[in-house]
C-alpha cells in the first residue's frame, strides 16, 4: 500500500492532458499528435451523441451477444469450500473475448471519422480477429500487425483473421511479439495519416487511447454491478481479472472503484516466476515511457525494454495501462501474479469442474481465486472475469502438459 | 547558450549555402569505430552531427536505423557511453555542433535532471527527442532550454499553421522539418512540396529550418538544399556503413571510409547549390 494521500474519487481520471497522476500522457511523434488531438475530439463528440449510444447498445446486443451472463460457479465455490464465486462470462461472446466490446466503439468512431483503413496490433490474436470481424461486418479494409513469434503460435488466429478478409503483417522486428507489433503499427500510422484509424487492443498507448478503451470496456463492470444486485441484492464483496494491458480488468474494475467495500485483485502473470522470465510490469518494473505513455515497465538499467515472458500471448507484455500503474500506486487495487504453472493448474481445475474451457489469460486470475477463495467467509461474494474462451490455447496446453491433441 | 549551433548556420550562412546535418548511431556497430566515424564526418564535410541514442523501440524509425540501435545495444552501449564517446570527440573538436537524438525513456530512466548536466558537460549542444511533442515540454524541453541546450523540434507535413506556432514556441537551434509522413529511411519526399513547407515555417520563425527523412544521395542533398537551410542524412548513411560489416555485424576496413565516401558525396551536393550569403 502506498502513503500517497487517496482522492475523493477514482474515476474522474484522467486530466484533460490525459494523465492518471504521473502516469498516461501522449509520449507520440509530431507526425501522430494532431491524429491524437482529432481522435480526442471526435471521441468526446461521439459520447455526448445519443445516436453513437444507441449504434453501441444494438451492436453490443445483437451482434456481440450482451449482456454476457454473471453465473454462479456452484461447483468451483464448493470444492474450495470458501466465497461464492461468481463467474462473468465475457468468453461467451462473439469472437469469444472480451476484446469486441472495445473494438465495436472504436470502430463505430472510425466510421463517424469517415476512415476506410484500420489498422491494429495483436498478440495473441483476439484483439486482431475482433478488429478483422467488426472490420468485414462494416466494410473496411482491416492490416493487422502481429509479431512473427506470435503468428507461428497462434495459427488457428492468423487463418481466422484471414477468413475474415484481414492482413496480417507478421512483424519481423525487434523481439517479433506484441511490442514489436505496435512499434510496426504505429510506423504504419505515421505514413499513413489521411485515411487510417489505429484500433489499439488494450487500454494503453497515448492519451485518449487508455480512457477511451476503459469506457467501452467498463460495460463489463457496469453489467456485473445490476447483475449481482439482482441475484444477490448487494455488491459483490471481491473483485479478480488477469492484467496484461489491463483492459478486461479495468473494465470490470472501474464501475467499482469508488465502492471501497469491494477488494479488488488485479492478476499479472508471472512467467516462469518473478525472479525468472515474466510479464508482471507493476510487481517487476519501473515508471518508464513507451507507446506513448508513462507507465510501470519491464526494462534493463538503461531504460532498454526487456522482453516479458508468459505462458499466455496475451499477457506477454513490458507495460501495462497508465491507470493500473496510478491505482497500483494509489493502493487502491491489489496487484499480485500467477506464473505459468499456477495458471494451466486453474485451466484444468475450472475445465472439470465447471464445464468451462477459460482461456489462459484468466487462467492467471482462476489461480489466484484458488488462492483467496478458500480464506473467505461463504457469504463473500467474488466475482472472476472469465475475458475469453481456451478454444485457442489449446495447442499450447496440450503443449505444457505433454499431451497429443490428434 | 546555442552558440556552436548559431555560429555554424552563420558560417554556411556566410559560405553562401546550406548545411549537412549527419546522423549516425552511437555504439554501431562498436563504440570505436562509431567515434571514429563521428570524428571523420566534419573532415568529410558536415557541418552539424547527430548522434543516436540506441532505444530497443525506436517507434519513427525504419529499418535501418532500428537495425542500427539494435547492434549497439547488442555491444552493450547504453547511455553513459554514449555521452563518453561525445566527450572523446569534444576533445579534439570544438566547434561542430553535437545534436543527441533518439527516444525519452533512456534520459527518463537515466534522470532528467542528472542528464542535462551530464550531457551539457560532455559537450552535447542539442536534443531532438522524437516522443516528445510540445504538450509534453514539461518533462524535458523546458529543462533542457534551462540548461543551455537546445531542444530542437520536428515539424511535420501533419503540423497545420494553426498547431505551428505551439511546435516552434520551445524550439531551439533550428527547427527540423520531417519531409514526409512516415518513418526514417522510407519515401523519398517530392522536393517541390517540402520547399513549400519550408517557406510556409519560415513565415512563423527566424530559426534556420532543416530538413530530413527520404534524403538518400548528393542529387537529394542538392534537391533540398535549394529551399532549405540544411539537409539532414541518417539512414543512408547507415545503410552505407552496414554494407560493409562482416556477418557478424563487425566493422572491416572499409567501415569508416563508406560514410565519409557517401558524406563526401552530399557535401558536394550541399555545396552545388549557391544561396544567397547573408547580407550582414
Not at chain 1, 515511457?289 to 534493463?300: A, E, I, K, Q, S
Not at chain 2, 497545420?160 to 522510407?186: E, M, Q, W
Request: aromatic share 6%; charged share 25%.
Amino acid at each position: 500500500m502506498s502513503a500517497q494521500t487517496q482522492p475523493n474519487s477514482f474515476r474522474t481520471g484522467p486530466d484533460e492532458r490525459g494523465h492518471f497522476g504521473i502516469f498516461g500522457g501522449r509520449f507520440v511523434a509530431e507526425t501522430l499528435m494532431p491524429l491524437v488531438l482529432e481522435l480526442e475530439k471526435a471521441y468526446e463528440a461521439a459520447k455526448a451523441d445519443p445516436a453513437f449510444h444507441a449504434d453501441m447498445e444494438y451492436f453490443s446486443k445483437h451482434y456481440i451477444g450482451r449482456p454476457s451472463p454473471l453465473y454462479f460457479a456452484e461447483r468451483l465455490t464448493e470444492h474450495l469450500g470458501g466465497a461464492k464465486i461468481y463467474f462473468k462470462r465475457e468468453e461467451l461472446n462473439h469472437t469469444g473475448a472480451h476484446k469486441v466490446n472495445n473494438v465495436l466503439g472504436q470502430i463505430l468512431l472510425a466510421r463517424r471519422m469517415g476512415k476506410k483503413r484500420i489498422i491494429a496490433e495483436t498478440g495473441a490474436g483476439q484483439h486482431g480477429v475482433a478488429t478483422a470481424t467488426l472490420c468485414a461486418r462494416f466494410g473496411l479494409e482491416c492490416i493487422v500487425y502481429m509479431g512473427a513469434v506470435d503468428v507461428e503460435r497462434q495459427k488457428p488466429n492468423v487463418f481466422r483473421m484471414n477468413m475474415l478478409g484481414a492482413k496480417v503483417v507478421p512483424v519481423q522486428s525487434g523481439t517479433k511479439t506484441l511490442k514489436d507489433a505496435m512499434n510496426e503499427a504505429l510506423r504504419d500510422w505515421v505514413t499513413n495519416v489521411a485515411d487510417t484509424f489505429y484500433c489499439i487492443g488494450t487500454v494503453a498507448g497515448p492519451h485518449p487511447y487508455p480512457a477511451m478503451v476503459r469506457d467501452f470496456q467498463a460495460v463489463i463492470g457496469k453489467e456485473t454491478r445490476e447483475q449481482m444486485m439482482e441475484a444477490e441484492g448487494r455488491l459483490p464483496d471481491s473483485l479478480v481479472a488477469c492484467i496484461g494491458g489491463g483492459s478486461n480488468a479495468i473494465g470490470l474494475f472501474h464501475p467499482f472503484l469508488d465502492d471501497r467495500s469491494v477488494e479488488i485483485y488485479g492478476v499479472e502473470a508471472a512467467g516462469h516466476g518473478l525472479h525468472k522470465l515474466h510479464a508482471a510490469s507493476l510487481s517487476g518494473g519501473r515508471p518508464g515511457v513507451l507507446h506513448g505513455n508513462r507507465t510501470y515497465l519491464l526494462m534493463d538499467r538503461d531504460g532498454q525494454i526487456q522482453d516479458a515472458h508468459s505462458i499466455s500471448a496475451g499477457l506477454d507484455y513490458p507495460g501495462i495501462g497508465p491507470e493500473h500503474a496510478w491505482l497500483h500506486d494509489m493502493g487502491r487495487v491489489n496487484y499480485i501474479s500467477a506464473t505459468d504453472d499456477e495458471a494451466l493448474e486453474a485451466f484444468q481445475l475450472c475445465s472439470k469442474l465447471e464445464g468451462i474451457l477459460p482461456a489462459l489469460e484468466p487462467s492467471h486470475a482462476l489461480a489466484k481465486v484458488m488462492e483467496i477463495a478458500p480464506k473467505k467467509p461463504k457469504d463473500h461474494l467474488m466475482v472472476v472475469n472469465i475475458s475469453g474462451r481456451g478454444d485457442k490455447d489449446l495447442f499450447t496446453i496440450a503443449e505444457h502438459l505433454k499431451q497429443d491433441i490428434v | 547558450m546555442t552558440q556552436r549551433i548559431e555560429a555554424r548556420f552563420e558560417q554556411c550562412r556566410q559560405e553562401g549555402r546550406a548545411a549537412l546535418v549527419t546522423y549516425v548511431m552511437a555504439g554501431d556497430p562498436d563504440p570505436e569505430t562509431s567515434l571514429a566515424i563521428l570524428k571523420s564526418l566534419p573532415k568529410a564535410g558536415a557541418d552539424i552531427v547527430e548522434f543516436g541514442l540506441p532505444f530497443t523501440d525506436p517507434m519513427a524509425d525504419g529499418p535501418a536505423i532500428q537495425a542500427a540501435g539494435l547492434r549497439a545495444l547488442k555491444v552493450g552501449q547504453d547511455t553513459d557511453k554514449t555521452l563518453d564517446l561525445i566527450r572523446r570527440f569534444r576533445a579534439e573538436d570544438q566547434d561542430t555542433p553535437v545534436i543527441l537524438m533518439g527516444y525519452f525513456n533512456p534520459i527518463y530512466v537515466y534522470g532528467v535532471d542528472r542528464f542535462l548536466v551530464d550531457a551539457k558537460e560532455a559537450g552535447v549542444d542539442g536534443l531532438i527527442v522524437v516522443d516528445l511533442p510540445p504538450e509534453e515540454d514539461d518533462e524535458l524541453c523546458l529543462p533542457a532550454l534551462k540548461t543551455g541546450l537546445a531542444f530542437i523540434r520536428l515539424a511535420t507535413p501533419t503540423t497545420d499553421d494553426h498547431r505551428l506556432p505551439a511546435v516552434l514556441k520551445n524550439t531551439a537551434g533550428f527547427v527540423y522539418y520531417v519531409s514526409i509522413t512516415g518513418i526514417t529511411g522510407a519515401a523519398t519526399p517530392d522536393f517541390g512540396k517540402v520547399a513549400t513547407a519550408v517557406e510556409r515555417i519560415k513565415h512563423h520563425t527566424p530559426l534556420p529550418v532543416v530538413v530530413g527523412f527520404g534524403v538518400k544521395s548528393g542529387v537529394h542533398a542538392a534537391a533540398v538544399a535549394k529551399g532549405a537551410d540544411g539537409v539532414v542524412v541518417g539512414s543512408a548513411l547507415i545503410d552505407a556503413m552496414k554494407g560493409t560489416l562482416d556477418a557478424d555485424d563487425r566493422a572491416t576496413s572499409h567501415t569508416v571510409e563508406a560514410v565519409t565516401t557517401l558524406v563526401k558525396e552530399l557535401s558536394e551536393g550541399v555545396r552545388s547549390v549557391a544561396k544567397k550569403a547573408a547580407a550582414a
